[in-house]
């Protein structure tokens, strides 16, 4: 009788030490042995063999902990990128800043233990904010955005006609892009359903003026009035709250930033103009944008012939460089481009 007690004891212990990798708590040990010995009458553990192994249970765990905080650290140190400041180029005026990027070593810890320990761990990132912002810089113009940021956006600056703009809404919403329309006041007036139209797709829609004038030639009240008529409009008419402004054909001077700045408006040109108002083919447009585009770039258009049939092969050419396509908004923020630098996470 006695051998056939200590098999049971033998088979309930054996199980207890399987059931210990899968079960939590102690007294769920001794249920699973219970089960595992065919429901036998299990004899009771002892104390000192229950607290040994509760002792080697939490030092294995915080071994694993230490082992794991280790690998996290040297990932940390590997994936660290600094921010940049945003700063006034001598060329290129006002360049916006770029939040750095860091791992968060005690929430990836903690989900990781969550978890299991699992191989490899999940990581949790989060932005580490530029010290300087764009806003701090005061009054200039912006050209293009962070060099380090993979983002470009398509400003569409309208001011005459709509005929061509159903075709690029088209091609925007198949390949999933969102540009900046900039309308002159005075087209807004006149075609407020197809702006409307054009800010329901998700586009960002901006000022560029009112009347097209030459911003340089006017006196502190007119330029003022050209854009603060379109900017009453955006806000009556389509609700936008909009942060910038496009001179009407690039001209201006400090007065034309300084008015725009002092209504809340940052003065936007570009960096790569298509020039389709010159007519040139949308083959010669594509290769101007194949061959000139960098993180960063500011694409002037406008809805012309050229432009909307070369629309297509200029997005797919941008995304086959590895860069992502948003607002303008969005491409001279601060924020990082999760989509392009996640994607080996």
Known sequence: MKRKQWLYVSAGIAACLVGISQLEGIDRFVEYAREQSGRAVFAPLSSEWLAAVQVADVEGLEKRRAEMRSRIEEEAKRRYVAPVNAVVDRVWKAIPGYNGLELDVEKTLELAEQEGFPEPPKLIMREIPAKVHIDQLGPHPVYKGNPNKP???????????????????????????????????????????????????????????????????????????????????????????????????????????????????????????????????????????????????????????????????????????????????????????????????
């Open 151 to 345: 983002m470009v956006s398509l400003m569409i600056n309208v001011a005459w006609g709509d005929e061509y703009i159903p075709k690029m809404l088209d091609t925007l919403r198949e390949e999933n892009v969102k540009a900046t329309f900039f309308f002159d006041g005075s087209w807004l007036n006149q075609n407020i359903a197809t702006a409307r139209t054009i800010m329901q797709e998700g586009h960002e829609v901006s000022n560029h003026a009112y009347s097209h004038p030459k911003m340089s030639t006017l006196d502190r009240a007119r330029a003022t009035s050209e854009i603060a008529k379109t900017e009453a409009l955006l806000t009556k008419e389509l609700g936008a709250k909009n942060k910038l402004f496009a001179p009407p054909a690039g001209d201006f001077n400090q007065a034309t930033v300084d008015i725009a700045h002092g209504m809340g408006l940052r003065t936007v040109l570009w960096t790569l103009d298509t020039v389709d108002w010159k007519k040139p083919s949308p083959a010669s447009i594509v290769r101007k944008i194949a061959d000139h585009v960098e993180p960063g770039s500011l694409i002037l258009m406008h809805p012309t012939e050229p432009s909307s049939s070369a629309l297509k092969e200029m997005i797919r050419v941008i995304k086959a460089k590895g860069l992502s396509l948003g607002t303008v908004s969005e491409t001279i923020s601060p924020k990082r481009v999760p989509e392009v630098e996640s994607a080996e996470q």
